[in-house]
């Protein structure tokens, strides 16, 4: 099973950026779908964005246009590129492989954080 370790979060003003990496323990995260999810103080973890082994992406509708996606598979590591970050964006993020549910295990997350 590939082991993932999420990196890059802080403490942000909002309209500001951050980019988050999702480093993976083996090449083979290049035939797997990873997505990213956050989960805010009190709430459940959530769906932010996902994308295939064929780059193919999805984003929920509160982050469109705003978060992107990617992967360099010769790094092994899935980013994402968050701008014009909003206080709702706060929360751990963390990211694991599958498309439709999330297929491994938990890592201890990012913390990021968009506040004045």
């Known amino acids: 099973q590939v082991q993932l370790v999420e990196s890059g979060g802080g403490l942000v003003q909002p309209g500001g950026s951050l980019r988050l990496s999702c480093a993976a323990s083996s090449s083979i995260i290049s035939i797997y779908a990873v997505a990213w999810y956050r989960q805010a103080p009190g709430k459940q973890r959530e769906l932010v964005a996902r994308t295939r082994s064929d780059g193919g992406t999805y984003y929920v509708d509160s982050v469109k246009g705003r978060f992107t996606i990617s992967r360099d598979n010769a790094k092994n590591t899935v980013y994402l590129q968050m701008d014009s970050l909003k206080p709702d964006d706060t929360g751990v993020y963390y990211c694991?492989?599958?498309?439709?549910?999330?297929?491994?295990?938990w890592g201890q997350g990012t913390q990021v954080t968009v506040s004045s």
């Open positions: 694991n492989t599958g498309w439709a549910v999330p297929s491994g295990s």
